[in-house]
């Protein structure tokens, strides 16, 4: 079974502070990726890699940062964080176009 | 224009019922199109997916595409309260892995 595992279920921060939220993956998957979910928008793609140490802008790149060091793990990191971060945090990975394989989310507060 | 359109619902019908959920896209690149199914506090899973258009059937669940109205569905038959999740469709094209989702459907089945 493939296993997606997050750092935190749930996440409470303070405005200005740096965020750092952990994705490892334990199917040797090429491609992971990081979305935020709202009520009303779905999920939206914030970055993804598809390769170690490389990364690709999705969506909605502005105000977040990604590390991907090795191949399992890849971080999502919010230099300075601020309200309207406030979401639920979804990482995935993936070998094949049509399957991607959630974690159980963060859900971040930002105060 | 969003690139998928989804009703987030919520849906509502009683056990037995067979329900009908929808998406449209505007992007002809789409080759992949997939159901994807989220239970409260969990991950997206994937339920189903398509390969260009077509029907699809796995027990209770078929899935249909017409390419040429831009427009897919998915069925369940005799819906059970376990099927009671939100339900997000998810489009990517051949070239590579990035997928776009809709805001996702939100069901319950009523026993």
């Known amino acids: 079974d493939v296993k997606v595992t997050q750092s935190s279920r749930y996440l409470v921060k303070r405005t200005g502070e740096k965020v750092f939220l952990e994705c490892v993956q334990d199917?040797?998957?090429?491609?992971m990726f990081w979305y935020r979910q709202d009520p009303g928008l779905g999920l939206r793609l914030i970055y993804f890699?598809?390769?170690?140490?490389?990364?690709e802008k999705g969506d909605i790149p502005e105000g977040y940062s990604v590390s991907r060091e090795k191949k399992e793990r890849f971080s999502l990191i919010l230099e300075s964080a601020s309200t309207n971060q406030t979401s639920m945090y979804l990482c995935a990975s993936s070998s094949r176009t049509y399957e991607q394989y959630f974690g159980p989310g963060t859900r971040l507060t930002v105060t | 224009q969003k690139e998928v359109e989804q009703d987030p619902g919520p849906l509502s019908v009683p056990e037995g019922a067979i329900v009908s959920l929808n998406c449209t896209y505007s992007n002809s690149a789409f080759q992949y199109f997939m159901w994807y199914r989220q239970y409260s506090r969990k991950g997206p899973e994937l339920l189903m997916y398509?390969?260009?258009?077509g029907n699809k059937e796995d027990g209770r669940f078929t899935a249909q595409v017409d390419k040429s109205s831009k427009y897919i569905s998915l069925f369940i038959r005799d819906s059970q309260p376990s099927d009671s999740a939100t339900y997000l469709c998810a489009m990517s094209g051949t070239g590579g892995f990035k997928t776009i989702f809709g805001a996702g459907t939100r069901l319950f089945v009523k026993a």
């Open positions: 890699s598809y390769d170690v140490k490389m990364k």
């Open positions: 199917m040797d998957h090429e491609n």
């Open positions: 398509t390969y260009s258009s």
